[in-house]
Nanobody, 121 residues
Framework: VQLQASGGGLVQPGGSLRLSCAAS????????LGWFRQAPGKERELVAR????????FYLDSVKGRFAISRDNAKNTVYLQMNDLKPEDTADYYC???????????????WGQGTLVTVSS
């Protein structure tokens, strides 16, 4: 499975961005998909996670109510809608896939390259 993330960029505080991650090589419809981020000097953290059908999601406390993860299994793609962005959201964002439809851990099988999100005025 290859994952290609896109959609990062520079945005002002309060702005929005939508990240996309397209999978190729194999269908990921039965996988749990996640978005992680890593800021300079900090550990990588799980931002959001979605199970295979989209029926269950997880969010980092600091992004609840602002970020929304979704997936389109027909397009083999996962999205992260980020609203009301704050400077502390600045980080490299990575998508990841786990070959488990209902995974609740943090160890994923496949990773995309990072896409940089910078929130600054």
């Amino acid at each position: 499975v290859q994952l290609q993330a896109s959609g990062g960029g520079l945005v002002q505080p309060g702005g929005s961005l939508r990240l996309s991650c397209a999978a190729s090589g194999r269908t990921v419809s039965g996988y749990t998909l996640g978005w992680f981020r890593q800021a300079p000097g900090k550990e990588r953290e799980l931002v959001a996670r979605i199970t295979w059908s989209g029926s269950s999601t997880f969010y980092l406390d600091s992004v609840k109510g602002r970020f929304a993860i979704s997936r389109d299994n027909a397009k083999n793609t996962v999205y992260l809608q980020m609203n009301d962005l704050k400077p502390e959201d600045t980080a490299d964002y990575y998508c990841a896939a786990k070959n488990n439809p209902y995974y609740i851990g943090w160890i994923y099988d496949y990773w995309g390259q990072g896409t940089l999100v910078t929130v600054s005025s």
